[in-house]
Structure formats: C-alpha cells, structure tokens
C-alpha cells in the first residue's frame, strides 16, 4: 500500500482515531527514513515524534532501503516528507551526479534540519596537512573511491579534490562499499585518504586503530576565494568551514577548514500548503524538543534554516519563513 499524501488511518494497520465526531479519521503523514540506526531514520523518528505531540500532525515513519529509495517515492508524491544532504537534494532535482539521468522534477525543498560536517581524512604521522599537500604527493596516494552502497560520498570527496585542482583520477583508487568501510578502509591501512564525519563513532574507532601513528588527522581544504570558488563550483549546496584545534575530536589535533552540507527536509510540490507550512514551523519552534529525542537538532540554527538551493522551496514552507522573518536563498 502506498503511503501517499493525506494517508487515511483506516488504510493503516494500526489505525489512529482522533477525538472527533463520528468514524473520522487523522489523515496519516508518511515521513521516509533511512534504515534503522541511520542518520535519517533518527531524524524522521524525531521529527514525527515532536509532530504528533506538538503540531497535531500524525505522522508514520517509513524505513526504507534510504535516499536513492525513496526519493523518487517523494517526487512520486507516493510519501510526503524525507530528508537528504542539500547536496544530493540538488543532484536528484536537477538529474546528476548520483541520480544522473534520473531527474525529479516535482522534489520541493522544505528547510535544514541541522549541518553535517565532514572532511578528508589522513593518519597524522602521513606529512600531509592541507590539500596542497595531497596535490604534491597526488601520484603515490591510495584514496577510497566508488562507494556503491553509499554512491553521494564519492562527490564529497570529488568535490574535496577539486578545491585543491584535483580529480579522482590523480589518485590511485581503492574502491569501498560504503561510508563505514571507507573509513575502516584508512584503520586497516588499504587506503592513505578518505572522508570520516567529525566526531563519528566511526571515525572514533579509526582514531583508537591509527594511535601508532597519532591518530587521524583532517585534511584542511583550501579557503582562499579561489579555493573556495573551484569548491562550490563542484558542490554548490555545500561550504568549507573552519574549524578550531580540539584535541578532544578526533581529527582536530590542529586547525582545519573541512566540509558542511545542510541536512534538509524535501517535500512533494503537490503536498498541502497547510501541511508543509506546519511541519515547519515544527521544527522551527520546537528545536528543544528535537533535540532531546536526536541530539543532532542541537546543532541547529533557525535563521537558517533556508539557505540557496537549486531545489525550490515549497510556498508552505516559504510561508512560515516569511512570517517569522528568516531570509531565503541566503
């Protein structure tokens, strides 16, 4: 059965009844995750948590596969919210990158939940400090590449490479699995670069792996206006920040500029106005609430909330925005 827009309980296994007259029912949102344990499943349980208890939106998550699933079920209008990285928002609006030739037109942005950060990521003892430093030694580095079960990683990283005049093809590629193996990849000392999350369980246990050689150490990219411009031109959606030495992260041992890419809510453009507009100011209003059911929206900031994307905003969305005064597209 699908989960479409405005699902009706009494199509649903469990069936909620609400407190009116008669045999109504609550009109059921269908929220897409990622699988158990996953950065989207944690977002959507939050998010249709705090939605049934504080903006009177009864909403379902529905676990699935993860972004290249359902997606295209979003554009569908087959479920009515997901999330994504703003990054492969745009790949899957416009048809590129990890969704070329598979354009969704009808994908409509609702906001960012909360940053992602990330960066490029070497053993502390390799000599190499910045991304000019992976250009000298470009020829003689093995760098984690492909990722199949985890396809949008692989253009973080590209787009990482091209800060620095870099493409794949510079480096000698050593293809992974997934996000996780990619960075086993650099403990297990199969690979000399690949990309970790700040402060990742992973990435901890990378860290614990290399203490030999000092642990991991970011990669800072180029900030320069020009490093910067050869960045967004690969990865529009996403930023290069800098980040504070912080012997407490593993990484951080010294100052690096690394990564952010917004984590966004993406909607359906036929969604209902009332229903998108709900949703958030949700998450807008009740950040505290989020962020005690997933500590991420901790990280979240209102005012911006509605950056630049090449995905349209939806006017329910827009709506909200305007009434409480926060700036789109900047």
């Known amino acids: 059965m699908k989960l479409g827009n405005h699902l009706k309980t009494a199509g649903l296994a469990a069936g909620i009844a609400i407190g009116l007259t008669g045999s109504a029912f609550a009109q059921v949102v269908g929220i897409a995750t990622g699988q158990q344990g996953s950065l989207g499943y944690n977002t959507g349980q939050a998010v249709a948590k705090v939605a049934n208890q504080e903006a009177g939106i009864t909403a379902r998550t529905q676990p699935m596969a993860g972004t290249a699933a359902y997606i295209p079920l979003i554009n569908n209008g087959e479920l009515d919210f997901g999330f994504c990285n703003a990054v492969e928002a745009e790949y899957a609006f416009t048809g590129s990158g990890n969704f070329d030739g598979k354009a969704n037109p009808d994908l409509r942005m609702v906001g960012v939940m909360f940053p992602l950060t990330t960066g490029l990521m070497v053993a502390a003892d390799s000599g190499i400090k910045t991304i000019d430093d992976v250009y000298e030694k470009r020829t003689e580095l093995r760098i984690a590449s492909e990722y199949t079960a985890s396809t949008i990683i692989k253009y973080y990283i590209a787009g990482a490479l091209a800060n620095g005049g870099m493409t794949y093809d510079d480096l000698k590629n050593v293809p992974v699995s997934s996000f996780v193996k990619g960075m086993e990849a650099l403990g297990d000392g199969l690979v000399d670069v690949t990309l970790i999350s700040l402060n990742s369980a992973a990435g901890k246990k990378v860290n614990a792996k290399l203490q030999s050689r000092g642990g991991i150490q970011y990669v800072s990219l180029d900030d320069s206006p020009e490093g910067q411009q050869k960045f967004r031109d690969f990865l529009p959606a996403a930023s290069i920040v800098s980040m504070k030495a912080n012997p407490k992260i593993p990484g951080l041992k010294e100052p690096a500029n690394i990564i952010r890419i917004p984590w966004v809510m993406v909607t ?29 929206f901790k990280r979240a900031k209102v005012e911006k909330m509605a950056p630049a994307n090449k995905v349209p905003y939806h006017p329910g969305a827009l709506k909200y925005y305007k009434e409480a005064g926060i700036d789109v597209g900047q």
């Open 268 to 296: 359906n453009k036929d969604t209902s106005e009332e229903l998108v507009y709900k949703m958030t100011k949700m998450v807008a209003e009740h950040n505290k609430a989020l962020g005690e059911t997933f500590g991420a």
